[in-house]
């Protein structure tokens, strides 16, 4: 995808460099050189192909800047790339303006606007996926450290109700002769009775 993405951005450097160029040697229409890189100096349709300087002027920052990607930094380029959303549209409703007397290209132009429309649609929709995808990924340790909690909750409660029925137990054992409750958890071995005949 990254090698197609960027063949086809060269193809489009290509085009752009073609109609440019002869855009500005063909003598049907009076357009200089600076009228294709400073916006909207042009003395035929001055707004029209003021855009399309616009949009020329965007697409060579994005050629330079991602010839200086390196010395950079992913940042910088990354937030100059953007500018190719802004550069598509300009130079569509350029197109548009000036106008062409070729029923083929203005197929053409709304083929390309059909398909970029379903492209955006469905990227937006992959975005979407992968946000709920994040989110549902984000929420399962908060889960899991709820039950966990709760488990721990639970077995605390368990423990406790335990040796409150120990306790109770114990109260419930008659005292001996010297009023001693004896201790039901500690069982010891029976005693030998004394080996003199004494009293036991």
């Known amino acids: 995808m990254t ?3 960027r063949s086809l951005s060269l193809l489009s450097v290509v085009l752009i ?3 440019v160029v002869t855009s500005v040697i063909d003598s049907y229409v009076a357009i200089r050189w600076a009228d294709a890189i400073v916006p909207f100096v042009s003395t035929y349709r001055p707004f029209w192909v003021g855009l399309g300087a616009v949009a020329l002027d965007l697409m060579i920052a994005l050629v330079v800047t991602s010839l200086l990607r390196v ?3 992913l940042r910088t380029w990354r937030a100059v790339h953007w500018l190719a959303y802004a550069s598509w549209p300009v130079a569509l409703v350029h197109g548009l303006g000036i106008g062409t007397d070729d029923t083929l290209v203005l197929a053409l132009t709304v083929g390309c606007t059909a398909a970029v429309a379903v492209a955006a649609l469905i990227r937006v929709g992959a975005a979407r996926q992968a946000t709920a995808a994040k989110r549902a990924a984000m929420a ?3 889960v899991m450290a ?3 909690t709760g488990a721990g909750h639970t077995a605390g409660h368990t423990a ?3 040796h409150a ?3 109770e137990r114990a109260a419930r054992i008659e005292p001996d002769a010297a009023g001693v409750r004896p201790d039901p958890s500690r069982r010891s071995a029976p005693t030998a009775a ?3 005949g004494g009293p036991q």
């Open 3 to 5: 090698a197609l993405h």
């Open 17 to 19: 460099a073609l109609h």
């Open 71 to 73: 010395r950079l930094g």
């Open 140 to 142: 399962v340790p908060a």
């Open 146 to 148: 709820e039950h966990a």
């Open 160 to 162: 406790m109700a335990e």
């Open 165 to 167: 029925a120990t306790a």
């Open 194 to 196: 004394p080996a003199y």
